[in-house]
């Protein structure tokens, strides 16, 4: 993807100029140029009612040579006291997605520079790009072997291009990584084991330059961590731990882990799944991609944090020595687990995960995982649930959330469904007796092995993938998570723990 930032210039060649205008009486100043060139059809078009600015309305004006753009997009944001970041995302992607098969396009955003700063408008123009531009066909034989594909963008604001060079770069970067997300997460389990999830990220954290060290199977059995042990037995493929960090070492600056459910695949192990849908499952390290993609742009950016990342990665299978249900197991703390049913597995895997973030003594500890079907049935795709043992570090997500469009809610973790994980002989069991609450008891589950350590769960599992395409993701992943704890470790560089 090439972007350039250029000034206001109706003498740009490209296949298409798009430009984002806002419902008015009159035709806007800026589109005047236009119009006149293009014998005004524009304005005969909003006389005529047939052209209203509405949100998201798409409306395109062959140039036939006229203009060096061989057409005009205009992209309606509509009424200008409704227009908010959100809706101007959702404008930029329906638009994008028109262009797809142009190579170069060009975007005017000095319509709404009365309602966003130059800064935001770059980003938002730049990142919702590669969002509106990522395909995942590596698996698919090309017909057309060079079919053109959006790859080159100007972006045009008044003010010099200069300025924004520090926003545009950040958008790049963040583009980039949650694409990387999206990508890791759509790659299917023969082609993602834990083995090859490491080399993905080997190879990540030389080009962002954050520093990786991996944990092999003899090192985990060595730390005791058995919960991990016992999802992974019964998977031909040996189970990996990754450990991400950025600004290693810097005790002096606010340390945050973040922790990523890294199954490669989940056939629910001996406590198998129905085969309906069971592909599905190759997803479900969507939070570990999430931690990788979000340690990228955090050392790109270098931003002033000690960040370290935490991945378990395993298979969850049936086999001869698969974990049974029924068998007990001691957690890297200590604390025994009868395993009742081997496809709650994520939180086993995260049990042991979060006793050894504690030798960082994070500020904040922040899971990801897609834990359980329970979520979907509480918030659908629309948001992923929060849980956690500190009011304010949720309050800090939930501020997050509000600057971007990965949304979050909270659910609580009363006495009650701590009660229902007793286990008759071991310390605690991995499902409830009562089956209910099940995306709360997960987090509760959890929760007993945080320890005191500041934290919060997001149960990402409706919103890390999507089977319908949505306005800024086609079906597939959406690389969720990325977004948000990005704005999170800002918010925390700028206001302190
Ligand atoms: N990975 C699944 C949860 C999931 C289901 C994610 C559907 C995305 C879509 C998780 O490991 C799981 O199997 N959870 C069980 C927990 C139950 C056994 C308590 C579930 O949700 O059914
Ligand atoms: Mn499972
Ligand atoms: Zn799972």
Redesign the pocket.
Known sequence: MKIQLQSPDRSCECNVMIVPWCKSDTIPAQLSGYDAALSHEISRSIEQGKLEGKEGEMAVFPSYGKLPAKRILLAGVGSPDKLDRHILRKVLHTAYRQCLRDETAAIRLSLLASHFSADELVFEAATCLYSAAYTFDRYQEKLDKTPSRLSSLFIQIDRKAKDHAAVLREAEITGNAINLARDLVNTPANHMTPALFTEAALREAKNAGFGLQILEQKDIQELGMEALLAVSRGSTEPPKFLILEHNTGRTDLPTVVLAGKGVTF?S?GISIKPSRNMHEMKTDMAGAAAVVGTLSVASQLKLPLHLVGLTPLTE?MPDGRATRPGDIVKAMNGKTIEILNT????RLILGDTLCYAERFKPDYLIDLATLTGACIVALGHEAAAVLGNNAHLIDLLKQASGLCDERIWQLPIWEEYREDLKSDIADIANIGKSGAAGTIEGAAFLEAFAGSQAWAHLDIAGVANTTKPRFYSIPGATGYGVSLLLQFLKLLSTTGV
């Open positions: 989940d629910g969850n496809d709650a597995e994520g």
